[in-house]
Each structure stands twice: as structure tokens, then as C-alpha cells.
């Protein structure tokens, strides 16, 4: 069963404590649209392609009428992004679609932050602009089969040949891999074992590498991620990241990655929450609805309550990063706890809906898998929680 509502206006913005109050016109302005994008673009989509595994070209292409691509980057027509608009941006995506913003998050975030952070001019004037139109489409490349939390020892190795380097190793996971223009690939060089960020242009077309898509996820199903294989890949000298000095560097693209996957957790919560409180206002048992029974409104307060911490949460981070003032592991704590409650929110929202909860059509058991890969990625929750430890006690419990 499809709600009545479905086919009106999914979403109100819950705000229970009026963060709404400290944004600015600009903010408010930013966030409708990317609501109205939602609204009219993904949610009325995106299942089908959710359940075939199908990477939705056309919603992903209208994100182009959006004012967010490039995230914090404001050379070559990128958006210019403050760091509170950044994190609404992921937080009205992900209220949508998990898929639909990890595609922009890798696009934008990783990929154009990399190049963006630590290209040179002339990188970045030959990369960023054609990406802001999502005319090329980016990839990052660092998990590899063998090498996940411990990302810092990468197996894939560049070797220095003529007036370039070749690659050989394998990567896995990698988000927009087998549709990227612009695939960066992290690697240790055979020599000096320096850390370095290599880009392959048109990596389809490119000899020696074989990129497959992983089939079978239960979560962000419609995001595509590949297996890489790098066989003797020749990489020009000019495609080598410019100011890549160690693996520091990448921890910083990560750093700001792992804020968005925070805002992102309390977006997927949020969504589940708000489509549960509607459900269960309309849903009628034993002659009345069942928001109007106390075990249910057990449920819609808790999810209301975690949502709301993890609201309040991000908002501070916003402000603390603004400042400088935001330290690895209060991002890590973000991470960790809004990862963790966006698990526990989506999963009551599901129990909320009874068997309708089960089918994808409500979009909450959508939710709910895309939150487990919430769990997993940008640094599992063991390891979030482990570097909180370490900022705590001053003590690395991680190796
Ligand atoms: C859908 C999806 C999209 C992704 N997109 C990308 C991408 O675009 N680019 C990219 O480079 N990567 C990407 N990743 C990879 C992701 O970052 C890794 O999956 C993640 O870092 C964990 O690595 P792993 O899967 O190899 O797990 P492992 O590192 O093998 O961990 C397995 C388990 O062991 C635990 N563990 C590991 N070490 C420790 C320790 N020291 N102490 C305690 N517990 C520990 C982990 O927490 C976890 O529970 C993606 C992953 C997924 C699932």
C-alpha cells in the first residue's frame, strides 16, 4: 500500500528545536531547492532504479540546476559552498535518496575536493570546470581488496617511466567508477613508497585497466561502485597530483568527507522519521490511528529525540569547522554517533509501517539499508569510535 500522501508533499522539515532560526535568507534559500529537487526529482524515481541497481542518469544529470556542485570550491564556476550549506546540502539529499548522495558526495566531495585541495592551477582548470557541469564525472579511488580501515597502506604502486608512471594494483568499492572521466587513484610510489594521487582520464578507455561493477549490495543500491584492476597503467607526469606530500593530505579530503557522512546519517533519519510520523497519523487499527497508541508514540519520540541530538549536533560542527576549531575526532564522534542512531531510526520508522515497512514503495525500508552503508563507509564505526579514543586518552588503540 502507497500512502495517499505519497503523491503530495513527502516531507515537512522537521525541526523540532528551531535550528531553522540561525540560518541565513541565502541558507534557506539553498535548502528549498534542493527540498524541491527531492521532492519532484528523486522521490517519485528513484525506487525502480533502487531495485534493479540502476544508476539513475537523468535525476543525477537535473542535479546540474543546483547550486552545490564543487561543495566548498569556488574556482571554475564551483559552487562556493559555506560549510553549514554543505551540510544541508547532504542532508536534503540523503532525506531523498542514499544513492543519489553518495553519487554527488564522491563526485563533488572526494573527487573535485581532491582535485580542488591539492591540484595545481593548471589541474584544476583542466578538471573542475567540465565537472561542475557533470560533463565529466569523478571518482576516488583509495580501498583496495586487500587494504580497507587501514587505507595509509595502500598495495597499488607507481612506478616512474619516461615523463610519466605506471600503475599496478587493485581497488575496490570505488564509487562512480565504471561511469568517471576523472578517476583518482591513490598509490604509494615502488621507489620512495611516497604517497601520491594519480588521475586517469577516461579510465575506460584507457589500457590496462579493467573496472567491474560490484552486483549484489543491499544498500545504496543504485549508486554504482567498481573493482579496479590496474595492469601496467601509464599515467602522465601531469596527472599527478600536485601537492600530495604524504597520506595527511588525503585524511584531509577524508576529514571533510566524514563531516557530509555525518549530516548525511541525520538526513537518512530524519526522512524515515518524518514518513513514519505521517504513516502513523493516517494508518487506522482497531478504529483509530496508530500514532494515537503509546507504544507507537514511544517510537516516534525516540526517533524525534535522535534525530534532533543529531540535528543540534551537526550544527555545532558546522560552526566549529567554520572557526577552525573542529578537531578529527569531534568529526569522528559526529560520524560515529549519527551513523549508529541512523540505524536504530530508520529501523523503528520500518517496525512503525508493519509489513508495509517491508516493501520499498513507502521508501523507509530504502532508508533503512542505505543507513548500513552509512555504518561502513568514510571509516567504519569501529574505526570513528576508536579515533575518538585516541583524541581522549591520547593512546592509539587502532593498531
Ligand atoms: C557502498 C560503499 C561505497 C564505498 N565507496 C568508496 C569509494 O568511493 N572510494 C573508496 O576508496 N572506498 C569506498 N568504500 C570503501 C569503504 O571506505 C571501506 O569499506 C571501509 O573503509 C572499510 O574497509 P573494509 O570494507 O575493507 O573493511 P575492513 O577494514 O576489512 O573492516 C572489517 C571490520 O573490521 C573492523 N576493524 C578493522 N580494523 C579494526 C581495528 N583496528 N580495530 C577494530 N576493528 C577494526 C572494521 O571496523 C569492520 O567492522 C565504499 C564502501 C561501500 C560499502
Redesign the pocket.
Known sequence: MVLDSQVEKLYEGFDFYNIDMHLTDKQKSLRQQVRDFVEQDVMPDINPYWEKAEFPWDIAKKMTKLPIMGGALFEHGAAGLDFLEMGIVAYELSKGDGSIN?FYG?HSG?AMGTIGLLGDDEQKARWLPDMVKLEKIG?????EPK?????AQVKTRARKDGDGYVLNGA???????SISDVLII?ARDEETNEFGGYVIENPNETEGVTIDDIWG?V??RS?L?GDIVLENVYVPKENKLAYVKSFKDTARVLGMGRYGVAWEAAGVAAGAFELALKYTKEREQFGKPIAGYQLIQQKLVEMATEVTLMQTLCYQMSLLIAQGQLSEGMVSMAKYNNARKARYVTQLARECLGGNGIVIDNHIARLMLDAE?IY????????NM?LVGRELTGIN???
Open positions: 553518495t564522491v572526494l571518482a576516488f579511488g583509495l580501498t587494504v580497507g580501515s587501514n587505507a581497488k575496490r568499492w570505488i564509487g562512480n567508477a591513490w549490495k544498500g545504496k549508486v561502485n552503508v561502513t563507509y568514510e571509516g567504519t564505526n569501529e574505526i576508536l588503540a587502532i593498531v
